[in-house]
């Protein structure tokens, strides 16, 4: 533990030498938007190197993590959305007329993190730059399903992955999906003060 704190140490002054900012340990994480920039082909200084990448990017997913890591953080964090999910997915269901059929959210990684975390599905790894979770509901046979997917990389050329909640099959039958989901849920400000952290 000792070495980990004197790597760290040694790791946050090479940042502040090279960047001329302050860094510490609650905003180290803000430079991991250089991953952003590399993305798009912007030039970087010589001092950023895939290794000094890698060590940004793991204190990033440690201090994220560490925002979500226990069911109450979770349900603080992403319990709203969750609760417009499962709300909205409910009302097409019963053929609700003003229901719409197509929502689009655009959002931070950190409620993509609440939101799998909450769900259960969360891999402890930080959400990639354009990630989407998707969720759909299927009707086959009178029967309603949930489905979930993940979308974790910017190539136009990979296919999300599909998501299966804790207690459930990938295709979750939607009386199955409200049982798990509902207690998760927060609907309410007044239901957010009453949440454990």
């Known amino acids: 533990l000792q070495f980990y704190y004197k790597e760290a140490y040694e790791i ?22 250089i991953t952003r920039e590399i993305i798009h082909g912007l030039k970087q200084p010589a001092w950023v190197t895939k290794e000094v ?49 197509t929502i689009l959210y655009s959002s ?15 891999n402890d790894q930080l959400v990639p730059y354009a990630a989407a979770v998707m969720a759909e509901l299927h009707r086959k046979n009178g029967k ?17 992955s599909q998501l299966t909640i804790p207690g459930c099959d990938s295709s979750c039958p939607l009386s199955t999906f409200n049982a798990i989901v509902a207690p998760l849920t927060i609907n309410s400000t007044q239901q957010l003060k009453e949440v454990p952290s």
């Open 53 to 101: 990448i890698a060590k940004i990017r793991e204190f990033k997913r440690l201090i994220r993590n560490n925002d979500f890591n226990s069911p109450g953080k979770a349900r603080l964090r992403g319990g709203y959305l969750l609760g417009d999910w499962h709300s909205r997915i409910n009302a097409i269901a019963k053929g609700e007329k003003k229901a719409k059929k």
């Open 12 to 33: 946050m002054r090479y940042y502040v030498q090279n960047t001329g900012m302050e860094i510490n340990s609650t905003n180290v994480d803000n430079l991991y938007d």
């Open 144 to 160: 309603d399903y949930v489905q979930m997917w993940y979308h974790n990389d910017t190539s136009t050329s990979s296919s999300p």
């Open 108 to 122: 931070h990684d950190g409620t993509l993190s609440a939101l799998l975390y909450i769900l259960g599905v969360s």
